[in-house]
């Protein structure tokens, strides 16, 4: 299991904790002041590969995606950060 602290690009702080497993990466909210006491280090969401596509976590929502469809995402959403400066 590999664990990656997400920094905020602006404030220089953690924002979210990621753990990578084989299979699933989980996504928590960080300790940091920034967040409300009631969503620290709690669960933000998940990604799990299940062999046939992945399936998306994201408060309590499932969005459950081929492969294929995956790149697309994975491509807009690329773009999307690129191009918004509010990101």
């Known amino acids: 299991m590999a ?3 997400i920094i905020d690009k602006d404030e220089q702080e953690v924002t ?3 753990k990578v497993k084989k299979n ?3 996504l928590k909210y960080s300790k940091n002041s920034i967040w409300s006491e ?3 280090n709690k669960d933000a969401g998940s990604l799990v590969d299940n062999g046939n596509g992945v399936e998306i ?3 309590g929502h499932i969005l459950a995606v081929d492969y294929s469809d995956f790149e697309k995402l994975h491509i807009l959403c690329n773009l999307k950060v690129k ?3 509010n990101l």
């Open 16 to 18: 979210f904790v990621a």
């Open 38 to 40: 009631n969503v620290r």
């Open 3 to 5: 664990k990656y602290l």
């Open 24 to 26: 699933n990466i989980s």
């Open 57 to 59: 976590h994201l408060n």
């Open 83 to 85: 191009t918004d400066k």
